[in-house]
């Protein structure tokens, strides 16, 4: 087994627990390896440090998978999940989806599980992880003893790591669709959508909009299969139009909907949401008591920064001029490289231009399955936050 030392000057973020270590923090690596390979990792005084995988076609040279001297094999992996789940599955009500291995929070970079009733679906972005999928497998199948494990490696980034994108199941078979249970009310995930299919992270976020939705008219932009809806017309809302540029997300809301016995409260309309809410606004409809904006990521990398700042303001400042004085919005953020910070600025930059007063009812964070960890500040992401709007100042 190759060995990698590191320098001397090593920040204190490998010290505290991120399991990153890029090529310009490595000093040499001894000994012969395959992309991918497992390695042992010393600091620069020679005292062990950890075991990971290495990838020379990737800046994160290497990611470490644990801090002790273990061997990485099946039964590391049935140790290690046992273990996230041993304290994720107390904190969960009333659901049987979640998410089981959430990467490199979960010491498992490279590496998202999803549980959704009886099947899982995972999804792999390193070489390192790919190269020991037989070991996760088998600690899966002994673990939860699915109907059936789909993976969906679709990530872009698979490409950076000298990996092809990938969907397919990979033990036994299940439907496209995947049928769970969440807060009471029942969803499909589609694996052939977004991510590993739904979006379980907005979970505890859709309970909160119960106090605002009641008897009011919803607007619900960047629906993807209607979780949002589903929660606001369970909690009283009067109508939801559902808004997606994905016809097919929409097909899966309106099964969705209907399924929960919702028919006729709602629609859905295929459109691109910036141009929606910017029609919307030229109409001057005020139909709308909430507004719930749950978008995609706008940005995935430091480079996107600004054109995400430019996406989040501009939707929120349509929102904000559609909504009646006393309305309600609802607004999210998945973008990691965008900080709760920045995303108020841009929600007061938008006020200010519209002559909004914003009135902060609620906040929301991940839910304990999607539980961030200190030492990795990249596992930071989601923000979420309910507004009273008061027009005029």
């Known amino acids: 087994m190759a060995r990698v030392y590191l320098k001397e000057d090593i920040k204190n973020r490998i010290r505290n627990g991120h399991p990153w270590i890029y090529e310009n923090e490595i000093d040499r690596v001894e000994g012969d390896f395959q992309p991918g390979d497992i390695v042992d ?35 590391f992996f049935k140790r290690r999940i046992k273990e996230i789940i041993s304290w994720k599955k107390p904190l969960l009500r ?35 992880m790919e190269k020991l ?8 199948v002994e673990i939860f003893e699915p109907r059936g494990i789909y993976e969906k490696s679709d990530y872009p980034a698979r490409e950076k790591e000298g990996l092809e994108k990938f969907r397919g199941w990979i033990w036994k078979e299940g439907p496209e669709l995947l049928e769970f249970h969440m807060n009471g009310l029942t969803f499909f995930a589609d694996t052939q959508g977004q991510k590993t299919g739904a979006f379980l992270d907005q979970r505890v976020n859709a309970t909160l909009i119960e ?25 009283g809302a009067e109508h939801v139009t559902l808004v997606d540029y994905s016809k097919r997300a929409l097909e899966i809301a309106d099964l969705t909907l209907k399924k929960n016995g919702f028919e006729g409260k709602y629609d859905l309309i295929v459109a691109n949401a910036f141009d929606h809410l ?15 904006l749950d978008p995609p990521a706008f940005a995935k990398s430091p480079e996107d920064r600004r054109s995400a700042y430019r996406g989040y303001k501009e939707i929120n400042l349509r929102s904000m001029k559609i909504l009646p004085d006393g309305g309600i919005l609802v607004t999210s ?6 900080s709760e910070q920045d995303f108020m600025v841009v929600l007061y930059d938008a006020a200010s231009d519209t002559k909004t007063k914003l009135r902060l009812l609620v906040k929301g964070f991940q839910p304990p399955d999607h539980a961030p960890a200190m030492s990795v500040f990249e596992s930071f992401y989601l923000k979420f936050l309910v507004f009273r709007v008061q027009k005029g100042w």
Do not use: M
């Not at 990971?52 to 470490?64: A, E």
């Not at 008219?217 to 369970?234: I, M, P, W």
């Not at 953020?333 to 965008?338: A, D, E, I, Q």
């Open 41 to 75: 990792v010393f600091y620069h005084s020679r005292d062990f440090l950890g075991k990971g995988y290495i990838n020379p076609l990737s800046k994160i040279r290497v990611r470490l998978l644990t801090r002790r001297n273990e061997e990485i094999n099946s039964e």
């Open 94 to 128: 009333d659901t049987d989806a979640f998410r089981v291995v959430f990467s490199e929070a979960d010491g498992l970079p490279g590496l998202v599980v999803d549980k959704y009733a009886d099947y899982l679906v995972v999804q792999i972005g390193t070489l390192g």
């Open 133 to 140: 999928k037989g070991f996760l497998v088998d600690a899966l």
């Open 211 to 235: 106090p605002f939705v009641s008897g009011k008219r919803v607007l619900d932009v960047f629906s993807y299969t209607g979780n949002f809806a589903a929660h606001a017309l369970k909690y």
């Open 278 to 292: 910017r029609s919307l606004h030229a109409s001057g409809i005020k139909d709308y008591g909430v507004i719930i």
């Open 333 to 338: 953020s998945c973008s990691r490289v965008v």
